[in-house]
């Protein structure tokens, strides 16, 4: 049986019900309307308002620099446009780290403003007590853990994270941690597969890897990777189905074409 081709909503509670039984979860990041309505029309999941949106977006070369009130834009544009998927915003970067009413407050700002569905935050033992206030309100949390960009800065650089034992063991603590205080997910992100397999395993939660290999419960992309929309980010975990860039740029050089020609507009593209 498919859970997926069954359901008319998403829910967290859907998506606890597609890991038991054994149902992969798909979950695509979006950030506007158009885009957002065409992901959750093709059937997915799960979509996630990430951080991400001050690389793709933004051009910021981290995800440190967007704003919470930019990322309620960015939510609220999304909720808007889907009518299946469950939406999950991303608790930008000083909006939860520093005490727990400070994270409860941005995370009631973003449900209350967005309608989003939950929220997803960065790390484990270090913010707990931040996902047990959030969770005490009533609201869904998703734990993001493994590379944690808001992190860049303390790693240095964005290799594969975990591969050593000391930090693999917090790794799966932490994986529990979370999933005692109620969080509905786990993302783990470019962390051995056999890491992300062994949390899966041992976890009731979904885990949803990018760059945490096939043995975990769900994958996600960032949309402009997938696409090709972004040209110069590859790595290994990324598989592109389509090269939007291209088509792009030949569209646009086309219409530049025709401008310049005068063959835009022609007689029948415009009005009497
Ligand atoms: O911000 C984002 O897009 C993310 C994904 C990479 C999981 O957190």
Redesign the pocket.
């Known amino acids: 049986m498919s859970v997926h081709k069954e359901i008319k909503r998403v829910t967290t509670h859907v998506l606890s019900e597609m890991k038991l039984h054994g149902e992969k979860i798909s979950m695509l990041?979006s950030y506007d309307y158009s885009m957002a309505k065409l992901v959750d029309q093709a059937g997915i999941d799960v979509i996630?308002v990430?951080?991400?949106a001050a690389n793709v977006m933004a051009g910021h070369e981290t995800?440190l620099p967007i704003t919470l009130d930019q990322m309620i834009y960015h939510g609220k544009s999304v909720v808007k446009a889907v009518t299946r998927c469950l939406v999950v915003v991303?608790m930008p970067f000083g909006t939860y780290q520093g005490n727990s009413l400070e994270a409860l407050n941005s995370a009631i700002k973003i449900m209350k403003i967005t309608h989003a569905d939950a929220v997803?935050l960065e790390g484990g033992s270090e913010v707990i007590e931040s996902v047990q206030r959030i969770l005490s309100a009533g609201i869904p949390v998703m734990g993001?853990l493994g590379l944690m960009?808001q992190s860049i800065n303390r790693y240095g650089t964005y290799v594969v994270r975990a591969k050593e034992e000391e930090e693999a063991n917090k790794l799966f603590n932490d994986a529990k941690l979370l999933e005692q205080a109620g969080c509905f997910a786990i993302?783990l992100?470019k962390i051995p597969a056999s890491l992300g397999t062994k949390v899966a395993k041992e976890l009731k939660i979904p885990i949803i890897g990018?760059g945490a290999g096939g043995g975990v419960d769900g994958q996600?992309l960032?949309i402009h990777d997938m696409l090709g929309i972004t040209q110069e980010f590859s790595p290994r975990f990324l598989r592109r189905y389509a090269n939007l860039a291209s088509e792009i740029k030949g569209a646009v050089g086309n219409y530049i074409k025709d401008v310049k020609s005068k063959d835009f507009p022609n007689e029948k593209e415009q009005y009497d």
Do not use: A, C, F, N
């Open positions: 990041t996630l990430g951080d991400s995800t991303d997803k993001h960009p993302v992100e990018i996600v960032v």
